[in-house]
């Protein structure tokens, strides 16, 4: 704050970087740090078991992810798209907006949309593979 007081716990609306030692509105992005709103804390990694995810745009932790954005259960983050690696993308599961690298159950995994559906689509010819939760054009 800009009192330059010592003080045990920053006022609301900011946030102990414990990197500095001083009272932040914002976390610092290097090394990258999100905003603890539960802790009023800068920490590194969101806490799992509060289901925090970090939302990069205002470096905070969330419990739910805003509109547009994904809630990766992997990474812990809130992301535009379910990106695993370069070349593995997840499926979305859009009821609850997470990416999942399996359906769950009641849901089949569309190769073609990247979505797990509750019925294969029709054109291509797709089938539902209840074995695999995936949409198939063979049944095995």
């Known amino acids: 704050p800009a ?22 509105q914002t976390c610092p992005t290097y090394p990258s740090y999100y905003a603890d709103i539960a802790s009023g804390i800068c920490v590194s990694h969101c806490r799992f078991e509060l289901n925090l995810f970090a939302y990069d745009v205002n470096r905070t932790c969330l419990d739910t992810c805003p509109a547009n954005y994904y809630a990766d259960i992997f990474t812990r983050r809130c992301l535009i798209n379910c990106l695993l690696e370069p070349s593995t993308y ?26 797990c559906v509750t019925g ?18 063979l049944c095995p």
């Open 3 to 24: 009192a330059k007081q010592c003080v045990i716990d920053c006022p609301s609306g900011w946030f102990a970087d414990n990197s500095t030692w001083t009272c932040v």
């Open 90 to 115: 997840q499926f979305v599961n859009g009821t609850d907006r997470t990416c999942n690298l399996t359906c769950p159950i009641g849901y089949f995994a569309d190769n073609s949309t990247r979505n």
């Open 120 to 137: 294969c689509p029709s054109t291509p010819n797709y089938f539902a593979d209840w074995l695999s939760r995936t949409c198939v054009t």
